[in-house]
């Protein structure tokens, strides 16, 4: 079977991964939690997370249509670790959604044209009218990470970048627009296991980039971008709800938790949202790398 990119994901494994993550990896159960820093030894039960995430569809159905009815505009942004579960996450939020009034957006790699624009101008093209869901798939925030850390932008771009965010995000706020922003993390052995799975997988073959694999090497060069990001942008009206992906069951429950229990919208059933698990989701100070 042909592997993306010449096997180089299986090659880091067997030539440059730290000896501590391979062990983890090697000696892993069925299914075990590869992460030491993640709060549970198992991972969250097939029959629990079904009955929450069907509770959870009716109630963002009926966020949905109170957003249509009274006009709101809703932003989420999904950020985080390569192969941390936005993917999947963002397709649960969606699924029984509306599409035409809930949009995902997941742009490319800029055209010369947008790159010699305003750094949000692209962004703020997608941002939604009255009565709409916005979903960004990554967004502005690749200049405090991804775009760093390759060096895509230069230190002045985004000291920049930095010093503008925070009074474009407080736009955002004072002109009605509601903002969430969920930050997704998983641990190292966690992301490699991953992208081993993905590599052997025709089918998930395609989630794999040339990003995915070149960043490899750079896992603490992400830590510390990350690190910087989150403490310089997490605002009082922008905060940073920050997830533990380790199990993707439990962080698609508590993503989505944490968005509609921030709602008040028509017909709301606190007890069908169910609790946040603290361990799970939180603010940055619940990062770990």
Not at 228 to 241: K, N, Q, V
Not at 273 to 285: H, N, R, S
Request: hydrophobic share 40%.
């Amino acid at each position: 079977m042909e592997r993306p990119f010449d096997g180089a994901i299986s090659r880091y494994f067997n030539q440059d991964a730290p000896q501590a993550i391979r062990d983890l990896i090697k000696g892993r159960a069925k299914d075990g939690i590869l992460n030491p820093h993640f709060p549970y030894d198992s991972r969250y039960d097939k029959d629990d997370y079904t009955d929450a995430m069907n509770r959870l569809q009716v109630e963002l159905v009926r966020m949905q249509a109170w957003v249509r009815d009274t006009g709101q505009r809703v932003v989420v942004v999904f950020e985080g670790r390569d192969a941390s579960g936005k993917g999947g996450t963002i397709k649960r939020f969606r699924e029984n959604l509306n599409p035409r009034g809930a949009r995902l957006v997941a742009l490319p790699k800029p055209s010369d044209h947008e790159a010699a624009q305003w750094y949000f101008q692209r962004y703020v093209a997608h941002l939604p009218a009255k009565g709409e869901i916005t979903l960004f798939d990554r967004s502005w925030y690749n200049r405090g990470v991804v775009e760093h850390v390759f060096g895509f932008c230069t230190p002045e771009q985004r000291a920049c970048w930095f010093a503008q965010l925070p009074q474009f995000e407080h736009m955002l706020a004072n002109e009605g627009i509601i903002l969430f922003k969920i930050w997704l993390n998983i641990g190292r052995a966690t992301q490699l296991q991953r992208f081993l799975d993905r590599e052997q997988d025709p089918l998930k073959q395609w989630k794999l980039s040339r990003i995915d694999v070149d960043g490899l090497a750079l896992w603490d060069a992400y830590s510390d971008a990350i690190r910087e990001t989150l403490d310089r942008t997490h605002l009082t009206f922008a905060p940073w709800t920050v997830v533990r992906g380790d199990d993707k069951l439990r962080a698609r429950i508590n993503v989505i938790r944490s968005i509609l229990h921030q709602l008040d919208y028509k017909r709301k059933d606190v007890d069908a949202l169910g609790v946040m698990d603290p361990k799970i989701a939180g603010g940055p100070d619940l990062w770990h790398d």
